[in-house]
């Protein structure tokens, strides 16, 4: 065996499934089981066959259809446990049975009440049965962490000697500290004289927060196989997260100079997969896999990564399996982000333009925990115009309400000049803004048609109004965005205005041109 080659043990088909709220039929483990195996795990875990007939299922079905890792089956020691994952795993290509019983004083006493001779013995059968059944067995001193070290080495031993390959020890409660566990570790491995004889794995719980740190210790100090899942799912706090055991000992190689087998980029399919299937939500700032783990929001760092990405990251998107950096505009993004964001829409700005959309950026990201593309698109095309602009809509305040007649008032620059502000009464604020428009600027046109759409999701959605109006044979077109539904409808009036402004221009010139033509 390559001695700097860590083995990946996945329990998410057993231990991640003692999630309180988790549930997996057949189907779905198989599912999990098929996607581990393109994330080339090394081992999978896939059930506890005596525990029910739908485990024992299961437990066949991915011996007999998952191609790829080992896999295995867990049985306490008790013989009909052992019989029970034999029999679920006869003839699958490559097969583990993994038995298991308490060690510690608290366990010997407070659920087994046996002595540590009896369970010694009772282990060291259930390893010999277990090899009747197949060549690969392993071997659990459960609550390894508050066991007797003196007594846990006999164990080992002597299990060993029995036929186990791998010997596995559990921080079953999450008690250890990395410190004392990776002592822990270096204990048994020059402690112990056979047990260069087998591979020596951990398993590590999240009860105090330090699953993964325990975990990467003892690989530091010579374990060759660790137990995680994807996640960081499992009983009660959960345990190691494999996603970054993974890419901690990719990243950091340097220090751990270990490596595995797994596919890295495989890695955000199978969370998501597993997420899904067992209904449970990955939080956005989990390591590797949250929604947050490759995203800027800070200016200063989105930056900093669309300069040089590695100023602000340790390790590409790509290589879990992301397509890509996430620049998460926000008010506190810069104008690099926006431009870089709008470039990628298709939208190539002058200086002048990238400010003026900078400037409507900015209130439309006040108003919203994160802007997005449709807001930029929106913001685009509602400010970014090749229409002159002759009226300008600077302010706008309107009153509404039960047993309150609507009211609104607009202040409307003109030409980029004098301003002119009004109020207006009418059916709703809507109807009120837009007599107040109309009063300040003189114009008579009539809307027509009105409609409304929200262009993005969420209660703070931007709403885009697209408005008819015709002022005597003109009929033209208006639209307006904003978070603000009544802004929106401002804004689409006061477009609509400038845009008859633009083609009275064009009829003028039209008409003037066939007067001269005519002389």
């Known amino acids: 065996m390559d001695k700097d080659?860590?083995?990946?043990?996945?329990?998410?088909?057993?231990?991640?499934?003692?999630?309180?709220?988790?549930?997996?039929?057949?189907?779905?483990?198989?599912?999990?089981a098929h996607q581990l195996a393109r994330l080339k795990v090394d081992v999978i875990e896939a059930?506890?066959?005596?525990?029910?007939?739908?485990?024992?299922?299961?437990?066949?079905?991915?011996?007999?259809?998952?191609?790829?890792?080992?896999?295995?089956?867990?049985?306490?020691?008790?013989?009909k446990d052992i019989d029970r994952v034999g029999e679920a795993l006869a003839g699958a290509a490559r097969s583990r049975i993994h038995t298991f019983v308490g060690t510690s004083d608290i366990h010997l006493a407070g659920q087994l009440r046996?002595?540590?001779?009896?369970?010694?013995?009772?282990?060291?059968?259930?390893?010999?049965?277990?090899?009747?059944?197949?060549?690969?067995?392993?071997?659990?001193?459960?609550?390894a962490t508050r066991t007797d070290p003196v007594y846990l080495r006999e164990v080992v031993q002597a299990t060993i000697e029995a036929g186990a390959t791998t010997i596995n020890?559990?921080?079953?409660?999450?008690?250890?500290?990395?410190?004392?566990?990776?002592?822990?570790?270096?204990?048994?491995?020059?402690?112990?004289?056979?047990?260069?004889?087998?591979v020596l794995s951990v398993h590590c719980h999240d009860d105090l927060g330090m699953a993964v740190?325990?975990?990467?210790?003892?690989?530091?100090?010579?374990?060759?196989?660790?137990?995680?899942?994807?996640?960081?799912?499992?009983?009660?706090?959960?345990?190691?997260a494999l996603e970054e055991v993974v890419m901690s000992l990719t990243t950091r190689s340097d220090y751990f100079g270990v490596h595995t087998g797994v596919v890295s980029k495989e890695i955000i399919s199978t969370s998501r997969l597993v997420s899904r299937l067992m209904g449970i939500g990955v939080p956005p700032n989990k390591a590797i896999v949250g929604a947050n783990a490759f995203?800027?929001?800070?200016?200063?760092?989105?930056?900093?990564?669309?300069?040089?990405?590695?100023?602000?990251?340790?390790?590409?998107?790509?290589?879990?399996?992301?397509?890509?950096?996430?620049?998460v505009l926000t008010a506190r993004s810069g104008r690099h982000a926006l431009r870089h964001r709008l470039e990628e829409l298709g939208y190539r700005l002058s200086k002048e333009?990238?400010?003026?959309?900078?400037?409507?950026?900015?209130?439309?990201?006040?108003?919203?925990?994160?802007?997005?593309?449709?807001?930029?698109?929106?913001i685009i095309g509602d400010e970014i115009s090749n229409v002159p602009e002759k009226f300008q809509l600077e302010y706008l305040h309107t009153v509404s309400g039960t047993g309150t007649v609507p009211s609104a008032t607009v202040r409307i620059?003109?030409?980029?000049?004098?301003?002119?502000?009004?109020?207006?009464?009418?059916?709703?604020?809507?109807?009120?803004?837009?007599?107040?428009?109309?009063?300040?600027?003189?114009?008579?046109?009539?809307?027509?048609?009105?409609?409304?759409?929200?262009?993005?999701?969420?209660?703070?959605?931007?709403?885009?109004?697209?408005?008819?109006?015709?002022?005597?044979d003109l009929k033209i077109t208006g639209r307006g965005a904003s978070t603000d539904i009544i802004e929106a409808s401002g804004k689409a009036f006061v477009d609509a205005l400038n845009r008859l402004e633009v083609r009275r221009g064009r009829q003028l010139q039209q008409a003037q041109t066939r007067l001269t033509d005519t002389h």
């Not at 003692?18 to 599912?31: C, H, R």
């Open 5 to 32: 080659r860590v083995i990946i043990f996945d329990t998410t088909l057993r231990d991640a499934e003692q999630t309180p709220g988790a549930s997996l039929n057949v189907p779905d483990k198989l599912e999990i």
């Open 47 to 79: 059930g506890f066959p005596i525990s029910s007939n739908e485990d024992f299922e299961a437990v066949h079905r991915i011996g007999q259809e998952v191609e790829g890792p080992v896999i295995c089956g867990l049985a306490r020691v008790v013989l």
């Open 114 to 143: 046996k002595g540590k001779g009896e369970v010694l013995e009772m282990a060291v059968t259930a390893v010999k049965q277990a090899r009747a059944h197949c060549d690969d067995v392993e071997f659990s001193p459960m609550d």
């Open 169 to 198: 020890i559990p921080d079953t409660v999450g008690y250890a500290v990395p410190e004392e566990f990776g002592e822990l570790i270096r204990q048994l491995l020059e402690g112990v004289p056979n047990m260069a004889d087998a």
């Open 213 to 240: 740190s325990n975990t990467l210790t003892a690989v530091k100090a010579g374990a060759r196989q660790v137990e995680c899942t994807l996640n960081a799912l499992g009983e009660r706090a959960g345990n190691a």
């Open 295 to 327: 995203a800027h929001s800070s200016g200063i760092h989105q930056d900093g990564v669309l300069k040089e990405r590695n100023t602000f990251e340790i390790m590409s998107p790509q290589d879990v399996g992301l397509e890509k950096t996430s620049i």
């Open 353 to 378: 333009e990238l400010d003026k959309a900078y400037e409507r950026f900015l209130t439309v990201a006040d108003k919203k925990k994160e802007v997005f593309d449709e807001d930029l698109m929106a």
């Open 413 to 472: 620059c003109i030409d980029g000049g004098k301003c002119v502000q009004e109020s207006a009464w009418g059916d709703g604020p809507v109807d009120a803004t837009y007599a107040a428009i109309s009063q300040a600027t003189g114009a008579a046109a009539k809307v027509d048609e009105y409609t409304i759409k929200a262009i993005t999701s969420g209660s703070q959605a931007m709403g885009e109004v697209t408005l008819r109006v015709s002022e005597g």
